[in-house]
């Protein structure tokens, strides 16, 4: 599995195989816009409610990530061919919009460590290139 920077899998999602994803990290596929920081994570601290105004009553969470991911066709994998699996963007879109209804999935990262997570937020954001040849409109208040 070295066609993609993680891998999600649950039974509801192309019969429980390994359905991979690129991290949208600066400079993919000459991509401009994607952040320098594709994966973030963290251990928030979580605040006693009974004692919320002191923050020694609280205690740790459990690990959050946010992850990036590049929905684009014709990606190359990790060892520079295209990824073997064939699917397209909107491939990997239906994938993610069904993974994000599931109570928990298993999620590998790209040195084989297997965690089991689940999706509680899911945000999309299109990037297009510049294109000076298209209309611009302004307005003034």
Known sequence: MNDYDIYLRHAAVRGGAWVGFSLA????????????????HWIPWILNS???????AGSW?????????????????????PPSD????????????????????ELQ?????IYTVKMTTY???EIEPYDPGLPCQLSAL
């Open 61 to 81: 969470g459990v690990w959050q990530w946010r992850l990036q991911v590049a929905l684009l066709d014709g990606l190359v994998g990790l060892l520079a061919v």
């Open 25 to 40: 990290r600066k400079g993919l596929a000459g991509v401009a816009g994607f952040d320098a920081r594709p994966h973030l």
């Open 109 to 113: 990262d790209v040195d084989g460590a």
């Open 123 to 125: 945000q999309e954001q």
């Open 50 to 56: 009974a004692s919320p105004n002191d923050p020694t």
């Open 86 to 105: 064939g699917r397209t963007s909107a491939d990997m879109r239906a994938d993610l919009l069904t993974y994000r209804t599931l109570p928990a999935l």
